[in-house]
Each structure stands twice: as C-alpha cells, then as structure tokens.
C-alpha cells in the first residue's frame, strides 16, 4: 500500500514569487508519482506526472516536480506564480505495475497567491 | 460529450434513502474509476472498472455501496441505506486504458440530511 503526505495545508505566496509545494510519499514498490490541481468548482486536472527516466518532470502552466527516491520526495515548484494559479494542489501516487487504476491522493494544499 | 459527464451535480437526500450517482466517461474511454472526496480530504478510491467488470472494487466502504457499468460505457455509483457519513463529492474518471491519463468529471456533491 501507498501513501502521501502533504504537510503544508496552505500556502500563501505574492504573485510571481517562486513557490514549492511539499510532498513525501511511502511504498514498498515502485511507484508513479502525480500532480493534479483543482480550481473552484472544476473537476481535477493532472498537471504533471513521473513514471519513470529523468527525474525532473515538467507540466503545465509552467509548472515542475523533481522525483527524489531516497527522501521519497516529489516536490511540485514553479519560479513564479501568477493569480490564476490559485487553485487545491494533490500529490498522488499509484503502484507502477497498476498504471492509473487506483490513486492514493494527498490530503492536498491549498495555494493563495496574494496580489 | 468532450469531458466526463456526471449527474447530479448536486444531490440532497435524507438518512436512510437510496440514492444513485451517474457518470457518462469519455467515448472510448475503457477504464472507468469512482472515488470519493471528503471535506478537507484527497480523493480516495472507491471502485474501478475496465470494459465492463468491475476489476477492483476495494475502495468500496461496505456492501451498501455498490457501482455497475452494464455496456461499458456510463456506470451507476448506487448506495443504499445512506448515513451522514456519506455525505461527500463523488468523482468519476476515465481513461483510454489503464496506462493512459485519466480525466476526472467535477463530482456530485451528495449531502445526507
């Protein structure tokens, strides 16, 4: 079995700062590692994803993680964020050999980006 | 329709009724997954299915709920006998296969009075 955590509940950051949103994981397997946002009242949307090779994966909207495997750590960052951005971040995290079929999530992050 | 379809969006119902939740996937999607996001919670998975079985449905809290997807295409969340505890958004998703992207639907928000 998989889990994550996600230790910061919210983050408050000025527009275009740089943020980093935290994200442990714990398995005894290989896994796949996942973003997903959530902006108000729109379903979830997967902004990046590690499967395997380079260890820095970049998404969208200017977004990156780098997969680290020995602090089992997948720490989402961007160089500046914009209003638009404010959104529910979730970590997740899925057992390789099962590809998307069955998602542990974070208890996910709240971003504010203040004007 | 372009994106995972689900109805209600909202849905209000008493203690100890039945209720169903349904989702219409993306035409062609295969794979079909339910889950179940709590206030101040991530998602956690309930059920999924590829082609019509349900092919892992571990999630499922107890056997009153219960998930079918009889063609392949839309499924039914169905729970019987609710309890406020139920009270949740439900999520659907769906993906080509299991190894491609699932896009997920914007939930029916369930609230048991």
């Known amino acids: 079995a998989q889990s994550v955590t996600q230790l910061d509940s919210q983050v408050p950051v000025f527009e275009e700062a740089p943020v980093e949103l935290r994200c442990n994981y714990s398995?005894?397997?290989?896994?796949?590692l996942f973003w997903y946002v959530q902006y108000p009242n729109q379903g979830l949307q997967l902004l990046l994803k590690?499967?395997?090779?380079?260890?820095l994966v970049k998404g969208i909207n200017g977004f990156e993680a780098e997969f680290n495997k020995s602090q089992t750590s997948f720490h989402l960052r961007k160089p500046s964020v914009h209003i638009s951005d404010t959104a529910e971040y979730f970590c997740?995290?899925?057992?390789?050999?099962?590809?998307?079929?069955?998602?542990?999530f974070g208890t996910g992050t709240k971003l504010q980006v203040i004007p | 329709g372009a994106g995972v379809s689900q109805t209600p969006s909202n849905k209000v119902t008493e203690k100890g009724k039945y209720v169903e939740l349904r989702c219409d996937p993306i035409s062609g999607h295969t794979a079909l997954y339910w889950y179940r996001q709590s206030l101040g919670q991530g998602p956690e998975f309930l059920i999924y299915?590829?082609?019509?079985?349900?092919?892992?449905d571990s999630g499922l809290p107890n056997d009153r709920f219960f998930a079918v997807r009889p063609e392949g295409s839309v499924s039914t969340l169905k729970i019987q006998r609710t309890e406020r505890g139920d009270s949740a958004v439900y999520l659907c998703?769906?993906?080509?296969?299991?190894?491609?992207?699932?896009?997920f639907g914007q939930g029916t928000r369930l609230t048991v009075v």
């Open positions: 590690y499967l395997s090779g380079s260890t």
């Open positions: 998703a769906s993906s080509r296969s299991i190894d491609t992207e699932a896009f």
């Open positions: 299915f590829q082609g019509t079985g349900a092919a892992d």
């Open positions: 398995s005894s397997v290989s896994v796949y």
């Open positions: 997740a995290v899925s057992d390789a050999s099962g590809g998307y079929q069955k998602v542990t």
